[in-house]
């Protein structure tokens, strides 16, 4: 009994001391939040003009706090997801002005990208050290994520909620059943809601789960539960000008000049701050990626003596797409695909 007594608070300190998992999302997540506010305080970014889509993203909500209502009263090009989530913030204006508001707002859409730090790392956590370190870490100091959250942008947004319901959705390995794949489906369906491109992690999960039907009918559910509860309001109230808006003026676009497909290639590498490499190089570069990736996907598989789980087979499939997003479209990411994050 004496040695129990003695050796039982050496193993609660052990209990209570964070695993290196947990270090690498603790360390990886306060990172993020450093890059992402450390770009805020440059001159500028914090209260000048930056951008002009968040002026239109943010705007949006500031018309909704002063009675204003999306494709009745004004021309709104996106899903008024991101309207709701700027209400609360755009309360401020009332009290505080616009450019503090703004200023809020920014700060807020900083922390909502950092925070797809952590989701990932709850989501590849039963993985181990390595895939938490990669995942997490990428995220963290991915070029075009750090950029996309200086402002009010949609991809943020479009990517936490992604991640959340992904993380509904999956139970380690495996597509769950039951509430948590409608919550992950809800989830999903309000990602769309903030950018309609969260139409394609969706669509691989659908293929994920067709040969079940009842759990793809849940998935689906959700999915249009929390889609439609967040724009139906806005859409019934002008059904043609949200088609005008929302449907025909992202599909039907006059983009007068392509964007090459090298820089393309560059930002999706991160190789952002890299003077500009011709596109032979970047495709090479980008081979190589692939490689590495299916080389550890069956690698991984043979280990394991067994087929690559549902996950991977959503994290490959939603890669594909997202890739072909960009390169496909003449307009690039502002056109029809969405920006990295």
Known sequence: MAAGAAGAPS?????????????????????????????????????????????????????????????????????????????????????????????????????????????????????????????????????DSIMAARTVLLEPWLVLFCLLGALAVFDRDRVTTGRRLLLGGVLFGFAGAVKVWAILPVAVILLLTARRPRQAAVYAGGVALGFCVAVLPFALTAPSMFYRSVIIAQLVRNDLVR????????????????????????VIIGIVVVVAIAAVTVLGSRLAHRAPPALDWFATGTCALVVAAFLWPAGGARGCAPRSS
């Open 11 to 143: 193993w609660s300190r052990t209990r209570l001391r964070p695993s290196a998992v947990t270090a690498v999302i603790i360390t990886a997540t306060l990172l993020a939040v450093a890059l992402r506010i450390y770009d805020l305080t440059r001159p500028g970014y914090l209260f000048g003009i930056s951008e002009y889509d968040d002026g239109t993203d943010f705007g949006s909500a500031i018309r909704l706090v002063h009675g204003g209502v999306p494709y009745r009263d004004f021309i709104m090009v996106q899903p008024p997801g991101i309207t709701l989530i700027m209400f609360p913030v755009a309360l401020i204006t009332k009290g505080m002005g616009t450019v503090t508001a703004m200023a809020v707002a920014r700060v807020v859409t900083a922390l909502a990208s950092a925070a797809a730090v952590p989701v990932t790392g709850l989501l590849t956590r039963h993985r181990g050290l390595v895939a938490v370190l990669v995942s997490c870490g990428v995220i963290a100091i991915y070029p």
């Open 259 to 282: 964007i090459p497909q090298g820089y393309r290639l560059q930002q999706i590498l991160g190789l952002v701050h890299v003077p500009q490499l011709a596109t032979p190089a970047l």
